[in-house]
């Protein structure tokens, strides 16, 4: 069986506790991908103490840098080998740029998801009943999190929004119809 595709590279974004891991779990199903997460990247680090306490020394865009760097080679490997891959992270605009470039010279296709929750106390209770579990990664407190709603400016060109407000089957509905059918429906040939 010949595959005829273009990957894809996916990337979910929003502030924490928006459900964007969740989706990209399922994004990863339909795709048949791996999920790269910016906390996952990052916790890999931590066990490193000089390179713990350079990260700690860098400015937060720097490194929030560091984290989108490794993703993006990631993603690379995958995508040279026509692989689809999923990046979930809080990404700001100069992230989704950066992320477009990769799918670009890959010769994939790049799509950008954005999530959000609107209402405050459902958000609330999403990020305190959470745990991740990310080993050498700390859990997010309200606190944490209302900072980066305060910081919080959503990147303007994306493919889809998504509220966590309505319900997950939907919203994974909505994120099918974006991808397109299974890898498997795409392919072509006979099955041996």
Known sequence: MTVT?????????????TGKSTLAERAADLL???VLGWDWAMAALTGFDPVRDGLR???HVEHRRVGWSILWNLATAQLRRGCPVVLDGVARDVEVAGTREV???AGARCLVVVTSCSDEDVHRRRV??????IPGWYELDWDHVAGVLARW?????CDLRLDAVAPLDANVARLADLVG????????????
């Open 32 to 34: 048949g991908a791996p």
């Open 103 to 105: 799918a670009l010279a």
């Open 181 to 192: 059918p299974p890898l498997r429906a795409r392919s072509t040939g006979t099955p041996r």
């Open 57 to 59: 020394r860098l400015p």
């Open 128 to 133: 305190e009943g959470r745990s991740r579990g």
């Open 153 to 157: 400016q959503p990147p303007a060109p």
């Open 5 to 17: 595709h273009q990957p894809t590279l996916l990337l979910l974004t929003g502030p924490p506790g």
